[in-house]
């Protein structure tokens, strides 16, 4: 019976169309159309919409950010694209991927990431930054809103009876036109100025500090239009906007104190939020969004009031953005401007009328924030270039504004074309922010500005002081010694580069004789004359990515992190426990500006010598959360660290001589390999099973090997060997490689007569330094510094100078280490240092040699030293 009535209920539906039937079970293996909307089971169709608008937003973003540009115009180009101007012209696009009755899901997932991304907005902003420039904040950002605002009230008039929108005050649309005109995007702000390395510039303090009080500022005028528009009387409005003000001062003096004092408890000001302190600070943002949204507010007010009362001490502001920012950015926020751009219709911009307006507003946005700027900054006695790029910076519209645009289009302030009026504005403001700024502020323009200010030059260019100083005279006088050090710092390189540092330093010291007992009181000792000590000076580099945490750690701290980073501070008291002396900082800098950041260091100190180390894992970052063991071959291999350490020499040569260190145990530590696990077990084999504290190094002796094949790289290298050989602790072997010109095997082939007389100046010189460098070697390096000459076919050459170094190095196993130097290119091997086509490989990073004694296993560390700047001429 029962089975008779299930047949006349699933009749009864198939005949009638029942809508309610549940859906076939197997899916499209019964036939069901995936990307048909179904009620009752939305997310299928959302999966398929998410992952068209982030695919979309990825590929546009790839060669925007060539132009560098922020990602926020590649998800709202990639929105129109898939929008009713570009995809949604195709016949059943539209119903088939963005059916409006799916929209509401649509929506609701893409408001959820808007109200949490505003939360992260307010946590970027370091209310701490305007307090400190409040003066300069305050001008600047008033008059980069009040002309904006004016002209966008002007220009609101002739918008509103053009295009007449419906049931809207004009009041209420003037108010919001300015609001659109006088706002500036300070999140793309921030990203901007940081890669631009100007945060800590006079532009970019000024900058910041003004476009917080100009963000929030903007926010309160947004309340205000919403409120207005939601209420149906100015009274209600009024009503509405007094308890967003007393919700406010809930949030900050009844709210902020305890939610703070739960932090501390918790440990999450010191040590970053704990998970329940995460879950806890988002119930806050919903309901502060919930609360300002019931009272005619939009929701994302109460998430950003939220965002200004979290504290940012102990760095729990940029922890807590860590946690939550990556899937807010790649997920929620391109769906809303995604959907931005689904509503914005450059179709409608389709008469003279209506893109003369849109050239009006282009002309009013960039007009009243570059005047605006300009006019405030000059005022606070900044140079006219200096003003007039705040005044462009100010300019910058980005994602910030489009939320705006967003929110009035919801509220009826805007229709359709007007709203795509002002995102075509929004677009070309935040496009044009990065070229103007460039462009008015390059950096030979920001040298200057930092040497005029110093009092180093006039205005013209010409040194107030005469460049020839005692030190520079000592200087010249020592042209072949490392007398001022610039060491790339990396954590896992540390133990190589300490040791590299004694072997150069002033070697250790003689105590002080004793003062005899029958010396006349009224007789003074002779004063002991110091030697200047070497200059070290220590950079370290942190990445700077495209997520909002790694820009607030530059805005908040960049200019605290030389004084806590433990890398640099181990560096400092190392240095300065060996009478040496050292200045170290840490640059936040994108992956491709590394090589530029090192070189820019160089030339600032005036470093003779830059030693870069080469990555232990063959990365250029330094993930150190879980140490893993890289072979060789993995360890040379990496293309993004060849890139570097090749552009970082490249660029070196017009500046100082340079050089690569690989580390191989150099300082007497040996790295183990992965123990094998022991087959029998004893109570003293577990006892013994834990670490036993090494030994200090009782043979702190270094062996240096240098083949010297001629060419400046390698005169520069043999400089440097008999610099490092003064230690008491070094012995260096010098063998010259030798082979004629017109002999030997591998030169059958006969040289040109230009190529030959070359070769055989440079042999010329390499011949005259050896005799003159051994001849008169100082005492104390007799014995310990041997030269010697072999002769070997040009073919072998290289092969010849891997086995010398095989005999020669690594002999004494329990030593502090030993190195092999030499030059990066020689010319009578056929090696320049040309730039390379593609991608670099080993070879053309290090050299031939050097690569065979890498692939060669030699068991020494290798430095190779490439001549650059002053040591070109040696």
Request: hydrophobic share 45%.
């Amino acid at each position: 019976m029962e089975s008779a009535i299930k047949m006349i209920a699933r009749a009864a539906a198939a005949s009638t169309g029942n809508s309610t039937a549940a859906p076939p079970q197997a899916g499209i293996l019964e036939g069901a159309n995936p990307t048909r909307y179904t009620p009752s089971n939305p997310i299928t169709l959302f999966i398929i919409q998410a992952s068209i608008v982030i695919i979309f937003c990825q590929l546009l973003h790839y060669p925007l950010r060539l132009l560098n540009q922020p990602r926020v115009i590649a998800e709202v180009i990639g929105g129109i694209l898939l929008g009713p101007s570009v995809m949604m012209r195709i016949p059943g696009f539209k119903q088939a991927i963005f059916p409006a009755e799916s929209m509401p899901v649509f929506s609701n997932v893409a408001n959820l990431g808007l109200i949490i991304f505003l939360f992260l907005v307010a946590l970027e902003v370091d209310v701490r930054m305007f307090t400190s420039n409040w003066k300069v904040a305050a001008s600047v950002g008033l008059a980069g809103m009040i002309l904006p605002f004016g002209l966008g009230f002007a220009i609101a008039y002739g918008l509103f009876h053009q295009f007449n929108p419906k049931d809207i005050d004009f009041g209420v649309f003037g108010l919001f036109i300015g609001t659109a005109l006088a706002i500036t995007a300070f999140p793309v702000l921030c990203r901007i100025l940081t890669e631009l390395n100007l945060l800590r510039s006079n532009v970019g303090v000024t900058v910041l500090a003004a476009g917080i009080g100009n963000d929030v500022t903007g926010w309160i005028l947004l309340a205000l239009c919403v409120a207005l528009v939601n209420n149906s009387s100015g009274l209600a409005a009024l009503w509405a906007l007094l308890c967003c003000i007393g919700w406010t001062l809930l949030l900050i003096f009844a709210v902020r104190p305890p939610f703070i004092w739960i932090l501390r408890r918790t440990g999450s000001l010191q040590n970053g939020p704990t998970q329940g302190m995460v879950a806890l600070t988002l119930l806050m943002v919903l309901t502060s969004a919930f609360f300002t949204g019931i009272i005619g507010v939009h929701p994302i007010f109460g998430a950003f009031l939220v965002g200004l009362i979290c504290p940012h001490d102990g760095g729990f502001a940029i922890k807590l953005t860590e946690k939550i920012e990556d899937l807010i950015s790649v997920l929620f926020l391109p769906l809303y401007f995604a959907m931005s751009g689904l509503s914005t219709n450059l179709g409608a911009l389709n008469d003279g009328i209506t893109w003369g307006y849109v050239i009006a507003v282009l002309i009013c946005a960039f007009s009243g924030k570059i005047i605006g700027g300009t006019l405030a900054a000059r005022a606070n006695k900044l140079l006219w270039r200096e003003s007039l790029t705040i005044g462009c910076l100010m300019s910058c519209k980005g994602l910030v504004e489009l939320i705006v645009l967003n929110i009035g289009l919801q509220a009826g302030i805007l229709d359709e074309r007007t709203f795509t009026m002002f995102v075509v504005m929004a677009l070309v403001t935040t496009v044009a922010t990065t070229p103007l700024t460039k462009a008015l502020y390059p950096p030979w323009y920001q040298k200057k500005v930092e040497k005029w200010r110093r009092g180093e030059i006039d205005w013209d260019g010409n040194p107030i002081e005469p460049s020839t100083s005692r030190t520079d005279s000592m200087d010249k006088l020592n042209d072949s010694q490392i007398r001022r050090l610039l060491v790339y710092l990396r954590l896992d390189s540390l133990p190589g580069l300490f040791t590299f540092i004694t072997l150069l330093g002033p070697g250790p010291k003689v105590a002080a004789p004793s003062e005899p007992e029958g010396e006349a009181e009224g007789e003074t000792a002779q004063p002991v004359r110091v030697k200047r000590p070497l200059e070290v000076h220590g950079l370290r580099i942190i990445e700077l990515t495209e997520r909002t945490s790694s820009v607030m750690h530059v805005t908040e701290g960049e200019e605290f992190y030389s004084q806590r980073d433990p890398v640099v501070n181990a560096f400092r008291a190392f240095s300065q426990l060996n009478d040496l002396a050292v200045a170290g900082r840490v640059a936040v800098v994108p992956e491709d500006s590394y090589a530029d950041t090192l070189t820019t260091q160089a030339s600032e100190v005036s470093s003779d010598f830059a030693l870069i180390p080469w990555g232990e894992y063959g990365s250029i970052t330094e993930d150190q959360s879980v140490p893993f063991a890289v072979n060789a071959s993995e360890r040379f291999r990496g293309p993004t660290h060849l890139a570097f350490v090749n552009e970082t020499m490249r660029k070196a040569r017009a500046i100082c001589n340079a050089g690569i260190f690989v580390d191989n145990g150099f300082g007497g530590i040996t790295k183990k390999e992965r123990s094998e696990l022991s087959r029998t077990t004893s109570a003293m084999s577990i006892r013994s099973f834990r670490d036993t504290a090494a030994l200090p190094v009782a043979n702190k002796s270094h062996h240096i090997f240098l083949p010297f094949i001629g060419g400046v790289d390698d005169r520069v290298a043999l400089r440097i060997v008999l610099q490092l050989a003064k230690n008491p602790n070094v012995t260096a072997s010098i063998v010259h490689i030798n082979w004629h010109a017109d002999g030997g095997e591998g030169s059958h082939q006969p040289e040109s007569s230009s190529k030959q007389a070359v070769e055989e100046d440079i042999t010329a010189q390499d011949l005259g330094l050896l005799s003159t460098l051994q001849s008169s070697l100082p005492q104390e390096l007799i014995g310990r510094v041997v030269f010697s000459e072999i002769n070997v076919p040009r073919g072998t050459a290289v092969s010849e100078t891997v086995n010398v170094a095989r005999k020669t190095v690594g002999q004494t196993a329990k030593n502090a280490g030993d190195v092999v130097v030499l030059g990066r290119r020689h010319s009578r091997l056929g090696e320049t240092v040309a730039e390379t086509s593609g991608l670099p490989d080993l070879r053309s990073t290090v050299g031939g040699i050097a690569e065979q004694l890498i692939n060669g296993g030699v068991k020494a560390s290798i430095l190779i030293i490439q001549a650059g700047g002053r040591g070109l001429e040696m």
